[in-house]
T-cell receptor, first 111, second 117 residues
Framework: SQQGEEDPQALSIQEGENATMNCSYK?????LQWYRQNSGRGLVHLIL?????REKHSGRLRVTLDTSKKSSSLLITASRAADTASYFC???????????FGTGTRLKVLA | DTGVSQNPRHKITKRGQNVTFRCDPI?????LYWYRQTLGQGPEFLTY????????KSRLLSDRFSAERPKGSFSTLEIQRTEQGDSAMYLC???????????????FGPGTRLTVL
């Protein structure tokens, strides 16, 4: 079973609004990553935050990490219709080589 | 950099048949992952290679699944005696050798969609 869980499972917003999605995980990590997946396609890496970082920015993306709560959030500002996709968090499970993905948030941005 | 490629992109097979998928990682990426993704779910880890060595395999992976990376370049994933529950998207990802910075990023292929009738 997946260790990560995103919420909400689905999010629908108007173009120009901000979108926030959250991820929770269960074990110690070295880093947490966010990926985007357009329908029926492979995943694209968006941003990585290390366990000793609390916040990171990349363009319209802002990621926070709270290791005490084992949670992360991804904020997409000024959303565009092209941001419509599923977003997944992934954690590297400490002591293993695997990456564990969450269940995803399906974002729909209405033009 | 031509990206990660996977073949075939789609495979339809009958229950009980064997299937094999191929993944060509980005050249010089020595780390390679296989994942399975079903509709509405996130990718589920199957196995990990570092060069030609298979260093980790999911306990969820039954004996019907086997993966190889014989020369540390391309990899194959074989499913024997397919079952309807094997229907899914099979994703491959590669990572560079560096242990920090961009070395942590996985680059995904487009996937192979398997349908077992």
């Amino acid at each position: 079973s997946q260790q990560g869980e995103e919420d909400p499972q689905a999010l629908s917003i108007q173009e120009g609004e901000n979108a926030t999605m959250n991820c929770s995980y269960k074990t110690s990590i070295n880093n947490l990553q966010w990926y985007r997946q357009n329908s029926g396609r492979g995943l694209v890496h968006l941003i990585l935050i290390r366990s000793n970082e609390r916040e990171k920015h990349s363009g319209r993306l802002r990621v926070t990490l709270d290791t005490s709560k084992k949670s992360s959030s991804l904020l997409i500002t000024a959303s565009r219709a092209a941001d419509t996709a599923s977003y997944f968090c992934a954690t590297d499970a400490a002591g293993t080589y695997k990456y564990i993905f969450g269940t995803g948030t399906r974002l729909k941005v209405l033009a | 950099d031509t990206g990660v490629s996977q073949n075939p992109r789609h495979k339809i097979t009958k229950r009980g048949q064997n299937v094999t998928f191929r993944c060509d990682p980005i050249s010089e990426h020595n780390r390679l992952y296989w994942y399975r993704q079903t509709l509405g779910q996130g990718p589920e880890f199957l196995t990990y290679f570092q060069n030609e060595a298979q260093l980790e395999k999911s306990r969820l992976l039954s004996d019907r699944f086997s993966a190889e990376r014989p020369k540390g370049s391309f990899s194959t994933l074989e499913i024997q005696r397919t079952e309807q529950g094997d229907s899914a998207m099979y994703l491959c990802a590669s990572r560079p050798n560096r242990t920090s910075g961009v070395g942590d990023t996985q680059y995904f292929g487009p996937g192979t969609r398997l349908t077992v009738l």
